[in-house]
């Protein structure tokens, strides 16, 4: 049997760098050798405040993403979280052994209330149970996604762990499948690129105008020039992502440049504008042939779903049978 493999993004607004180079890039590399099911998950997303007339869109726009980016319908099962209700059903069945406590103490709940002081629910809490369930549902052994998505896997891995304990081996230990772009900066100079902090991101859809817009606002008045580059903050992030591209030549030029004090952050970020563009290019093209054939994406969801279901059922069965509840 082929290794499983499972990971989602919200619809929360279009696709950035950040996701591309630290999620969809692994997912492009799983797809060919293994059994993967890539998720919009649409049942995450209504955790923070949100507008119900567009969120149907908003997973047709991140669908729409995943095709253009390359994920393959002939080679992976792309699938809507909320129409494979057994995610929810499994993740309560997961709740009932798992303290509240634990839950409390992770650092993106705190981040999310601390964002949301009004709008502190009992999903944002439950966040890390369901997204366990998402991988746990299908048995799901890699799971490519960012960095700041580390302490998540450890509760998946302490779910399945005391699940299999208590109720005999069922699940396996999902690890992170992790990329080079696991880490793509903020251009607001300190924290990760992220859909909900405006000016922190480029997404894919952007034209070279708009990307040089973005990076223009992007903070690089460290207080210093000469010497070593900064470890952090808009100049750090700046270098990071010339690395990140692969700019390795322009990447050494910029660094001397800034050893010398006569680095010129325009031309630094006109570089970057003009790579990021480039590597974009392709994807929007290809977008565009998607939205195009709505016929063709909506069949590739059905196609997905009805594949999910089939593997959650089976999943359930097991489960249910193991719990004493059937
Ligand atoms: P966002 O934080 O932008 O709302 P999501 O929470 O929907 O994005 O994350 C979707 C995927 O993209 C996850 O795998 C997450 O780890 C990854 N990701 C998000 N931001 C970054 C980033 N700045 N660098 C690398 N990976 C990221």
Do not use: W
């Not at 100049?235 to 990140?244: C, D, P, T």
């Amino acid at each position: 049997m082929k290794k499983r493999v499972y990971s989602g993004i919200r619809a929360t607004g279009r696709l950035h760098l950040g996701n591309y180079l630290g999620a969809v890039k692994g997912m492009l590399a799983l797809q060919d050798e293994y059994d993967c099911i890539f998720s919009v998950v649409d049942s995450h997303t209504i955790t923070v405040p949100y507008d119900p007339k567009t969120l149907k869109q908003s997973v047709r726009e991140i669908i729409l993403d995943y095709l253009a980016a390359g994920l393959d319908p002939k080679k992976c099962h792309l699938e809507i979280q909320s129409m494979v209700p057994q995610h929810i059903e499994l993740s309560y069945y997961l709740a009932t052994i798992y303290p509240v406590s634990r839950l409390e103490d992770l650092p993106t709940y705190k981040d999310k209330k601390a964002q949301y002081p009004k709008y502190v629910n009992m999903g944002l809490l439950y966040y890390p149970v369901l997204m366990a369930a998402d991988v746990l549902l299908y048995k799901g052994e890699l799971v490519p996604v960012g960095i700041d998505q580390e302490p998540h896997l450890e509760v998946m891995r302490e779910i399945a762990r005391k699940f299999n304990g208590m109720f005999g081996q069922t699940f396996p230990e999902p690890q992170r499948f992790k990329t080079e772009g696991e880490y793509v900066p903020s251009l607001a100079g300190g924290g990760k690129m992220s859909k909900s902090v405006e000016g922190s991101y480029i997404t894919l859809t952007d034209d070279l105008e708009t990307i040089r817009k973005r990076l223009a606002a992007a903070p690089t008045d460290s207080g210093q020039i000469g010497g070593e580059l900064p470890k952090e903050g808009g100049v750090a992030n700046l270098f990071k992502l010339l690395k990140l591209l692969k700019l390795d030549v322009e990447y050494k030029k910029f660094e001397q440049d800034y050893r010398d004090k006569k680095i010129r952050y325009t031309e630094l970020k006109e570089v970057l504008a003009k790579a990021i563009y480039e590597e974009l290019q392709p994807f929007q093209e290809k977008r565009k042939i998607f939205k195009e054939d709505p016929k063709l994406v909506d069949d590739i969801i059905d196609e997905g779903n009805r594949k999910c279901l089939q593997m959650a059922d089976r999943t359930m069965g097991e489960v249910k049978k193991k719990m004493g509840l059937i």
